[in-house]
């Protein structure tokens, strides 16, 4: 009978050789929530919202915005105090292969602009900046980034005397480790930070610590090609502040619906339909349960 049935070996799986001089490159140090600030940090809104986009040519283009809602007024009380609010606000932009160019004008005198130039193959500056009429609100910041083949380094400059360096590595084909430095000389304040990224097809962890008190842990699980949930903890051993939120982000066929619930009873949903070809309609609703605060809004998006 041995003969006839001879005795089953197994074969143990085959280990996968890691190429540590051929390493994936990272993405940037201040990105490495992202996947998580997609589902979770949607762009909230209250009131009416119409935004149109024009394109003069493949380059250039321009848009309007309007809206019309409520801005929140600081209190001393529990209660959140609101006035009617309305602002139009004019763009410009004009995006090239190597060069990116936004600017922004908005009625109460607020001027934007933002700059991406790729300088190299490996080197890209960007810039941001802001004028306003009110007094020490006006800034701006410079960041080079330099690409390697498996790391990310970027280099800060902004107004206040603040400076910041960023370098972030890929360990393995899934692990990238990181950290951070800033000075703010106006404020004469440092900090040291260091973060950790995680990601396969189907997740994604990342954790962050910092020297001013601030410890964030994200996770993002892709169910499918279309569905993913997302949760994250942020504390702050300094304030003792301590939150934490689960959120999903659902893409349909016309639509995109996301949303969250975190531990201080708000609770957010941000819905994006595809009624045709260059025309998106918008909901918004937002409820703090915890400050009896409550923000609805719909708008509409023409043009691509």
């Not at 119409?50 to 321009?62: E, Y």
């Not at 609101?82 to 600017?103: Q, S, V």
């Not at 972030?168 to 899934?174: A, K």
């Not at 994250?232 to 939120?245: E, G, H, L, P």
Request: proline share 4%.
């Amino acid at each position: 009978m041995a003969t006839l049935f001879p005795p089953t070996t197994t074969v143990p799986p085959a280990v996968e050789k890691v190429d540590y001089l051929n390493l994936p490159c990272p993405i940037p140090y201040e990105e490495i929530h992202r996947e998580a600030l997609m589902s979770l940090k949607p762009e909230l809104f209250e009131g009416l919202r119409f935004d149109f986009t024009k394109g003069l040519n493949q380059r250039f283009s321009l848009s309007h915005s309007v809206l019309m809602g409520s801005t929140e007024l600081p209190s001393q009380s529990a209660e959140t105090i609101k006035i009617p609010t309305a602002h139009y606000e004019f763009g410009a932009n004009f995006i090239d292969p190597k060069l990116m160019l936004f600017g922004r004008v908005m009625t109460d005198g607020r001027v934007n602009a933002r700059v991406k130039c790729d300088l190299s193959e490996n080197l890209t500056l960007k810039a941001n900046g802001q004028l306003t009429g009110e007094p020490h609100m006006s800034h701006g910041m410079v960041n080079f980034d330099y690409k390697g083949k498996d790391h990310r380094s970027q280099f800060q400059l902004g107004n206040g005397a603040l400076f910041g360096v960023s370098y972030i590595q890929s360990v393995t084909p899934h692990l990238s480790l990181g950290g951070e430095v800033f000075w703010a000389g106006q404020h004469r304040k440092s900090g040291i930070g260091y973060a950790a990224r995680y990601n396969t097809d189907k997740m994604v962890a990342t954790g962050q610590v910092a020297s001013t008190g601030m410890v964030a842990l994200s996770y993002v699980q892709k169910i499918s090609e279309k569905v993913s949930l997302a949760s994250d903890f942020m504390y702050n051993y300094m304030s003792r502040d301590v939150t934490a939120s689960f959120g999903y982000d659902y893409i349909l066929r016309q639509c995109r619906l996301r949303g969250k619930i975190d531990s201080n009873g708000c609770v957010a949903a941000f819905l994006e339909e595809r009624l045709n070809m260059g025309l998106n309609f918008i909901l918004s609703a937002e409820v703090d349960h915890k400050k009896k605060d409550y923000k609805f809004g719909f708008g509409l998006t023409v043009g691509e």
